[in-house]
């Protein structure tokens, strides 16, 4: 979901004597895109219900992420970085949300039933109350979705829910939507959990008090320095345990670690591999780990020399030793790749032999296409964790099969658009998406953030293929067959996939450790308490 953030100076002065920067999306999706099951904290919780008892009612849990500045809003349609992902998702809900494999979760959508051709789904919406007292609608709904697919606004989730006739689209009833699509969608419980699909009431459009239906309801904010929320205590999902929470502002690593072991906040978002290191098992501050959260790969495009030959991509596939990338690259923080995106995800193709480095292959099919002794530039910038290290790793496991890797430092500002179109092979990663979502986005034809140029009519055939297909086990298969086909001859090296750490005071029980980045239990302010 966050790709490509862009540093912009801000004065600090809720942390005295740190100086921090605010961070502004750029390309990617969340990429992250964005990014969780229903309620429950699952067995992660049930440890620390353990070790700190039944969940106690009360407190004020403070937690820091990196923030945006000034023109942070509370607009969820607008959330773009993981603060104001954090701050929507406590004051907003979503009709559906991602579970931790990336599948949709109901949340104020009590179910969803298609027709038969799959291009017409009727969603049934729960009981639930904005924190005004008005229930929620149908024509909350259809005019939030309305707004974000406004043509003349940039919205988060106006991609994700293009598949959706709006104007054919109708209320049957106060709670029940009949949803219209443009071509059949056997995935649609996704366009329901599209990053930053908000469900707000009917005409809204100031958002400086905003009234939503989530589990925390606003006190005050202060763009780029703190937003204070309390207890909805009418909650649909049952009341959070916390009484208040307040988001705070600190935009380098060393501000939210030093805040977090001074006690001046109880949680801190985005730590990094060696702040972790330092500090997991040590008893002053627990360290979690979010597995599978951001996808670390090489793109190389596929239209152009040398990787429009399959042959290349495949020596290439066997260049990389992605324990040796893991472990340099991400600190360890991090299982490897096998070249396809979503480990642990929903559809993901567990069962493809997993690649290790094969150089005498790799030189034998460099000498096959005519490519001995290839050279090749590789872009890469400080705008992502581990990029320019990934880049100087692999140029030196290139070199021990007679490949040159030139490394190209690009700008952080304009990496990620700099990158969409020029050069041959570039630093690459993705936040926690559905499958359906990275196929639909970055390897069709028409993909607007297609970054390898992959695009073939019989691919394009086998997707349209799986969201006509009612049988989740047949759809299943669809997409195992294009998996095996981007595994053989893909253009995503992809190596690895990086834990998101993150820091809690040792008080603070129910954080849940198995959603990614992005998902509905990453984040989940209104199950965690303060023991």
Known sequence: ?????????????????????GFLAAGGAAGLGALALTGCTGPAASGDAAAGGRPRRGGRLR???AGGGANE?????????????????????KLADFGADLSARPRLAASWEPNAGLDRWTVKLRKASFHNGKPVTARDVLYSYRRIADPQKAF????SLEPLDLTASRAVDARTVEFVLKRPTAEFPNLLAAFGAYIVPDGTKDF?????SGPFRFVSFAPGRSAVLRRHDHYWDGPPHLEHLEFLVANEESARLNALLGGQVEYAHELTPTTARAHEGKGQIEIIRLRNSAMQAFAMKTDRPPFDDRRVREAFFLLADRKELVQGALSGAGEIGNDLFGKGYEYYADGLPQRAPDLDRARHLLKQAGADGLRVTLDTSPVAAGFTESAAIFRDQAAKAGVR???AMGSKDSYWQDTLDSGTLCCYRSGAMPLESHFSQRLLTASTTNATHWRHKDFDALYQQAQSTRNTKDRAAVYARMQRRLYAEGGFLVWGFADWILGTARTVRGVDRRAPANTLDWARFDKVWLA
């Open 405 to 407: 890797v030139k490394v």
């Open 156 to 159: 988060r989730a106006k991609a």
């Open 208 to 212: 400086t008090e905003p009234v939503g």
């Open 73 to 93: 809003t509370l607009d969820p349609h607008q959330a773009n970085l993981f603060a104001d992902v954090a701050r929507a998702k406590a004051l907003f809900d």
């Open 1 to 21: 979901m966050y790709d490509g953030p862009v540093p912009v100076p801000v004065p600090d002065s809720r942390f005295p004597g740190l100086r921090r920067r």
């Open 63 to 65: 937690a820091a992420f």
